[in-house]
């Protein structure tokens, strides 16, 4: 692998868009990369410095300006000037090396201060299990003491409710329907009925009420344990069906929950989906190795799914529409196993799972339909 170090410079840096321009330079330099690439990847160091420097800013001002926490945020700042500093010289300069150099001990400079303010968060006191929640908790107990305005926590309160309000919409229009998903649906209602009550106080200055904040505490924590239930039964891989010709949801008994039909187990127990996670987690090389054959079952199989919805007696343009959708999916994955890109196929794993469910839940829909011959709820 390229680094800088190999290159005759300092050592990389936490921030990935630099290393990639950094190592993109290097690879111009020795004539292997156009300079339209390099300067792609420049502008996308820029985009992130930009956002580090505009989230960082925007957040200091929530903390307590006190202690050890404004020691170092008053140092995080210092260096994240400088470090944006060394990024407008880069731009101006001929990115030579010693330039590039010093832009990246800035850099580490700035991230060593982020790596202190962390140590410092890590060792507050956790006020609930969501960190949204614990978040707007903190900043009410600053409000209490005067040292945070009414307005910036109702700012912090209108983003903690957006967030949640987004998360339940999200959940709303999933095609999986699930008991659970209805219960954290409900526990979001009866939070978001409590974030509410806190904005009228803070909109006029006033004390705010102990009560909304015990309902967040327990809300959060009840959340949590539903969510990992939930997080269970959406990791539960699809699997194809010879009964159905489909991708069925499968029993702990091996057998088709639409069908009955026993299915075939893998010897390592692992479907597509959390194969591909585990190589991009741990990076083993026999994941690889075994994910272009497992991409390529799944692709047969859903053209042959295809071919059987386009058989069907009436027409299934939602069901067709949804199997070219996961075909889409796994094409963008067997384009990341090649180079063994695990960021980029950890990117589009999410929307490979969420379509690979939709396909399903349609597949159940339209079975239902034809076993009763009216239209499945």
Known sequence: MISLPHLGGTSLTPLASFNAFALSLAAYRHGELEEELLARDFASFQTEMSQI??????????????GPWLDWIESAL???????????????????QARV???????????????????LEEARPRLAASPYIHELLRCLELYDRGMLSAALVHERLAGVTHHFQSLAEQMRQSPVRLPAVEQLLDLLEIQEEALQSLADPLLNGLAVPQQPRK???????????????????????????DGCLGLVRVTREGRCQECGHGLLRREEGLGLLDLAQRACLENRPEDWEALPSLTQQAQTQASELLKKARALPESQPELEEAIQQMQEALGQVRDCLASRDGPALERFLPALRERLERAAELQRKVLDEARTGRPSA
């Open 53 to 66: 420097s505009t989230v960082f800013r925007s957040e200091v001002r929530f903390q307590e300006l006190q």
């Open 101 to 119: 150099e010093t832009a990246a001990r800035a850099l580490n400079e700035l991230f060593e201060a982020f790596a202190e303010l962390r140590k």
């Open 78 to 96: 210092e260096r994240l000037e400088c470090a944006e500093d060394q990024a407008y010289l880069l731009s101006e300069a001929d990115w030579g």
């Open 215 to 241: 309902i967040l505490q327990d809300c959060a924590a009840q959340a949590l344990i539903i969510h990992t239930e939930v997080q269970a039964l959406a990791g539960t891989p699809a699997s194809w069906c």
